[in-house]
């Protein structure tokens, strides 16, 4: 199970840290990831970890603004956000166990947050 916290409504420019902590060996994978989804929108992704290698990896509308990390410890995965503008403004949501950013590929959700930009 995964559980994401952090959403709200802040200015353009403004910063958000995101959370998602797992249940259990969800994290037990070799991938996990952001995904976001606007209202009439697909859902993209956003940012993609490699537990493998520790590599990442980016869409290149976050590039350099978001950044994805991972607390084993505390089981947890969390998303940077900084320099937010208001087409960030989305329902975001963690996920594991898939491939890179491709959403279809990933069998373990949670169930959103709201992060609203004006």
């Known amino acids: 199970q995964l559980v994401e916290s952090g959403g709200d409504s802040v200015q353009a420019g403004g910063s958000l840290t995101l959370s998602c902590e797992a249940s259990?060996?969800?994290?037990?994978?070799?991938?996990v990831a952001w995904f976001r989804q606007a209202p009439g929108n697909e859902r993209e992704g956003v940012a993609a970890l490699y537990f493998r290698t520790g590599g990442t990896v980016y869409a290149e509308s976050v590039a350099h603004r978001f950044t994805i990390s991972h607390d084993h410890a505390k089981n947890t995965l969390y998303l940077q956000m900084n320099s937010l503008k208001p087409e960030d403004t989305a329902m975001y949501y963690c996920?594991?166990?898939?491939?890179?950013?491709?959403?279809?590929?990933?069998?373990?959700w949670g169930q959103g947050t709201q992060v609203t930009v004006s």
């Open positions: 259990g060996d969800t994290y037990s994978t070799n991938w």
């Open positions: 996920a594991a166990g898939g491939s890179g950013l491709t959403p279809r590929t990933y069998n373990s």
